[in-house]
């Protein structure tokens, strides 16, 4: 089953949050893989090109321990990472400790611990907002932003060779159609942007794609990558919330 019908079938059930395969049981492991994802920056350089969060006020949906929030906090004025899982909110607040304009609470994509119109950017990266079935999250997003404010919703590109062969491979079911199509349906504007994933070695590199794809398919990712770095696709999908009483 793919993300997307995952998060469908799970809304439908009212479950809140759904286990996160990778960060949830080794985050030491995906620790390397934040480490080693997009090393030249070329995520960054389209969020930066979308919005200046200078002076503005952040959110970080499903931040998981915290990686990118210092990024944030480094001219933000306020940065909130909201994570469901305890463990990873207690890792993330140690990251953050000394960073006075960084908190991070307990909380789901559709529940969003915060005041109405209280901030400026919502951020997710490859974190709920999988497709159909993400209705409750965009509806709390656009609650708490304020007029103007800018979603932006960072995921994989299954499209993009090779790291989307083996997504693919690992979810036959994923309907790259039906996704693209609810975004679009839904207001977005996607952009896709090719990174750079570097490793500091083999064993490094091996252990991020057995936490990322099912044993059969993560055998073949090791032996197709040759060296230690592979191009990997990602899809920036933004919306900006009205100004006005009414979405157009």
């Given at each position: 089953m793919s993300r997307a019908r995952e998060r469908l079938a799970a809304v439908r059930r009212g479950v809140d949050t759904l286990p996160s395969p990778n960060i949830w049981h080794w985050p030491d492991?995906?620790?390397?893989?934040?480490?080693?994802?997009?090393?030249?920056?070329?995520?960054?350089?389209?969020?930066?090109?979308?919005?200046?969060?200078?002076?503005q006020d952040v959110v970080d949906i499903g931040c998981g321990d915290g990686f990118h929030l210092p990024r944030f906090a480094a001219t933000a004025r306020r940065v909130v990472g909201v994570e469901p899982h305890l463990p990873l909110v207690r890792r993330a607040r140690a990251r953050v400790l000394e960073l006075a304009t960084v908190e991070v609470l307990t909380g789901s994509a559709q529940r969003l611990p915060l005041p109405d119109a209280s901030v400026d950017l919502v951020h997710a990266r490859t974190a709920y907002f999988f497709g159909p079935g993400?209705?409750?999250?965009l509806a709390e997003a656009d609650r708490v932003l304020r007029p103007g404010g800018l979603l932006v919703i960072v995921d994989l590109d299954v499209r993009h060779k090779p790291y989307g062969d083996w997504m693919r491979a690992d979810m036959p079911g994923y309907d790259t159609v039906e996704v693209d199509t609810f975004f679009d349906l839904t207001g977005f504007t996607a952009r896709q942007v090719e990174t750079v994933w570097r490793f500091a070695d083999r064993a490094d590199l091996a252990a991020v794609l057995r936490i990322e794809f099912s044993a059969r398919v993560?055998?073949?990712?090791?032996?197709?990558?040759?060296?230690?770095?592979?191009?990997?696709?990602?899809?920036?999908l933004h919306r900006r919330k009205p100004t006005g009483l009414l979405r157009p």
């Amino acid at each position: 089953m793919s993300r997307a019908r995952e998060r469908l079938a799970a809304v439908r059930r009212g479950v809140d949050t759904l286990p996160s395969p990778n960060i949830w049981h080794w985050p030491d492991v995906y620790e390397i893989e934040n480490t080693a994802q997009d090393v030249d920056g070329d995520v960054w350089r389209m969020l930066a090109g979308l919005v200046d969060w200078t002076g503005q006020d952040v959110v970080d949906i499903g931040c998981g321990d915290g990686f990118h929030l210092p990024r944030f906090a480094a001219t933000a004025r306020r940065v909130v990472g909201v994570e469901p899982h305890l463990p990873l909110v207690r890792r993330a607040r140690a990251r953050v400790l000394e960073l006075a304009t960084v908190e991070v609470l307990t909380g789901s994509a559709q529940r969003l611990p915060l005041p109405d119109a209280s901030v400026d950017l919502v951020h997710a990266r490859t974190a709920y907002f999988f497709g159909p079935g993400c209705e409750p999250g965009l509806a709390e997003a656009d609650r708490v932003l304020r007029p103007g404010g800018l979603l932006v919703i960072v995921d994989l590109d299954v499209r993009h060779k090779p790291y989307g062969d083996w997504m693919r491979a690992d979810m036959p079911g994923y309907d790259t159609v039906e996704v693209d199509t609810f975004f679009d349906l839904t207001g977005f504007t996607a952009r896709q942007v090719e990174t750079v994933w570097r490793f500091a070695d083999r064993a490094d590199l091996a252990a991020v794609l057995r936490i990322e794809f099912s044993a059969r398919v993560a055998a073949r990712a090791i032996a197709e990558v040759v060296g230690l770095s592979l191009p990997v696709g990602y899809r920036v999908l933004h919306r900006r919330k009205p100004t006005g009483l009414l979405r157009p």
